[in-house]
């Protein structure tokens, strides 16, 4: 009798453990599964948040594009007034919504401190934002010799129709004569009637209020200083302008041609580069032609040639700002150009050629050569 009731006990007892199994199994079972949903739900929430920073970037440059589509209506002056300006203004109205990327010029110039928001005039132009690559040409009057429509052709015909929508080619007109003003807005809309009603090509101009009292008076006009001075000043300018239009700023001169898809062989190069801690990029040797630059990083070359543009030409500032920001302190300066090509990246062949003789500044001839093109 006894042992049936061990029996029966035991019985029990391996029913209770078979139950209890299949509870735990069950349990796992429903863990796992919650386990498999939760990190389903996971994957699921980075997909939206990836969508929806997509989403982010794609009305930012959206929300660019109506910025500059606002500023240019606003800019937009009536015809009757004889005006062939969109925005004669050099201070906007306390109102308009615009970049304040100008405002540094009050930092270092001071007659500009007690201006309102400062902005170029806009000639000609469709507010294109959010593509890769701005391309600025700085212009002034050479008096009977001109370059800048044969630097356009050259610039603009050597694009496809796909590179011409990812880009803007800025010219700006840094002369105080309105009279060479009106003649290149006249040979723009005459001569490339399709980039700019495109949206490519645009025309701007630095009102004579950017510019401090002494380097607009007639003696300094011709004077070898004052005239490097304005320079550094027009090209500042020009970076600010282009910066939030592009990802990538090209600088040129008004007197250059383009090699034969150089804008393709550009494109490629910046590309393919694995590295990003690269500091500028030389497509031509000379001057400042052909030097591409991360808008991001415009700011802080335009800060370092504001803070000396009374002490040396751009292209020598240049070579400052490289040596300040690459070389480590007490190094040999030989030691430090021995590791430039990592940060101060030559292209070669150069992709650009000089073809100005007559130089702008007044009476000198400059017969510079790349030998690399």
């Given at each position: 009798m006894?042992?049936?009731?061990?029996?029966?006990l035991?019985?029990?007892?391996?029913?209770?453990?078979?139950?209890?199994?299949?509870?735990?199994?069950?349990?796992m079972?429903?863990?796992?599964?919650?386990?498999?949903?939760?990190?389903?739900?996971?994957?699921?929430?980075?997909?939206?948040?990836?969508?929806?920073?997509?989403?982010?970037e794609?009305?930012?440059?959206?929300?660019?594009?109506?910025?500059?589509?606002?500023?240019?209506?606003?800019?937009?002056?009536?015809?009757?007034s004889?005006?062939?300006?969109?925005?004669?203004?050099?201070?906007?109205?306390?109102?308009?919504?615009?970049?304040?990327q100008?405002?540094?010029?009050?930092?270092?110039?001071?007659?500009?401190?007690?201006?309102?928001?400062?902005?170029?005039?806009?000639?000609t132009?469709?507010?294109?934002a959010?593509?890769?690559?701005?391309?600025?040409i700085?212009?002034?009057?050479?008096?009977?010799?001109?370059?800048?429509?044969?630097?356009?052709?050259?610039?603009?015909?050597r694009?496809?129709p796909?590179?011409?929508?990812?880009?803007?080619?800025?010219?700006?007109?840094?002369?105080?004569d309105?009279?060479?003003?009106?003649?290149?807005?006249?040979?723009?809309?005459?001569?490339?009637r399709?980039?700019?009603?495109?949206?490519?090509?645009?025309?701007?101009?630095?009102?004579?209020?950017?510019?401090?009292?002494?380097?607009?008076?007639?003696?300094?006009?011709?004077?070898?200083?004052?005239?490097?001075?304005?320079?550094?000043?027009?090209?500042?300018?020009?970076?600010?302008?282009?910066?939030?239009?592009?990802?990538?700023?090209?600088?040129?001169?008004?007197?250059?041609?383009?090699?034969?898809?150089?804008?393709t062989?550009m494109?490629?190069?910046?590309?393919?580069?694995?590295?990003?801690?690269?500091?500028?990029?030389?497509?031509?040797?000379?001057g400042?032609?052909?030097?591409?630059?991360?808008?991001?990083?415009?700011?802080?070359?335009?800060h370092?040639?504001?803070?000396?543009?009374?002490?040396?030409?751009?292209?020598?500032l240049?070579?400052?700002?490289?040596?300040?920001?690459?070389?480590?302190?007490?190094?040999?300066?030989?030691s430090?150009?021995?590791?430039?090509?990592?940060?101060?990246?030559?292209y070669?062949?150069?992709?650009?050629?000089?073809?100005?003789?007559?130089?702008?500044?007044?009476?000198?001839?400059?017969?510079?050569?790349?030998?690399?093109?």
């Amino acid at each position: 009798m006894k042992a049936k009731n061990v029996n029966l006990l035991f019985a029990f007892v391996a029913v209770l453990l078979f139950g209890f199994s299949c509870f735990c199994i069950s349990r796992m079972n429903q863990t796992n599964n919650q386990l498999i949903n939760c990190r389903n739900h996971v994957l699921e929430f980075k997909e939206i948040m990836l969508r929806l920073k997509n989403k982010s970037e794609n009305h930012h440059q959206d929300l660019m594009q109506v910025l500059y589509q606002m500023k240019r209506k606003a800019a937009h002056t009536t015809r009757s007034s004889g005006n062939f300006l969109e925005k004669k203004g050099s201070i906007l109205s306390q109102h308009e919504t615009l970049p304040n990327q100008f405002e540094i010029l009050k930092y270092f110039l001071p007659h500009l401190r007690t201006a309102g928001k400062l902005y170029p005039a806009i000639a000609t132009s469709k507010g294109r934002a959010g593509v890769s690559f701005a391309l600025g040409i700085s212009t002034i009057n050479r008096g009977n010799h001109t370059y800048l429509k044969q630097t356009l052709t050259s610039v603009l015909s050597r694009m496809t129709p796909e590179e011409e929508e990812d880009s803007v080619v800025i010219v700006s007109v840094a002369d105080t004569d309105e009279s060479y003003l009106k003649s290149v807005v006249r040979m723009v809309k005459t001569k490339f009637r399709k980039q700019v009603q495109s949206g490519v090509l645009e025309v701007i101009s630095i009102p004579t209020l950017f510019y401090p009292q002494t380097l607009l008076d007639k003696k300094t006009k011709t004077d070898s200083e004052s005239w490097q001075i304005k320079q550094v000043l027009d090209f500042c300018i020009l970076m600010l302008y282009a910066q939030p239009k592009a990802t990538y700023y090209l600088q040129l001169e008004d007197d250059i041609v383009a090699k034969k898809m150089y804008f393709t062989k550009m494109k490629d190069f910046v590309n393919s580069l694995t590295s990003k801690n690269w500091f500028f990029i030389e497509f031509s040797v000379l001057g400042f032609i052909g030097k591409l630059f991360r808008s991001k990083d415009l700011t802080d070359f335009v800060h370092f040639f504001l803070m000396f543009y009374e002490t040396k030409p751009i292209d020598i500032l240049l070579d400052d700002i490289f040596l300040i920001r690459v070389c480590i302190s007490g190094e040999p300066v030989r030691s430090c150009l021995q590791r430039k090509k990592g940060f101060r990246i030559q292209y070669r062949p150069s992709l650009f050629q000089h073809v100005g003789t007559q130089s702008s500044f007044p009476g000198r001839e400059q017969h510079l050569k790349d030998n690399y093109y």
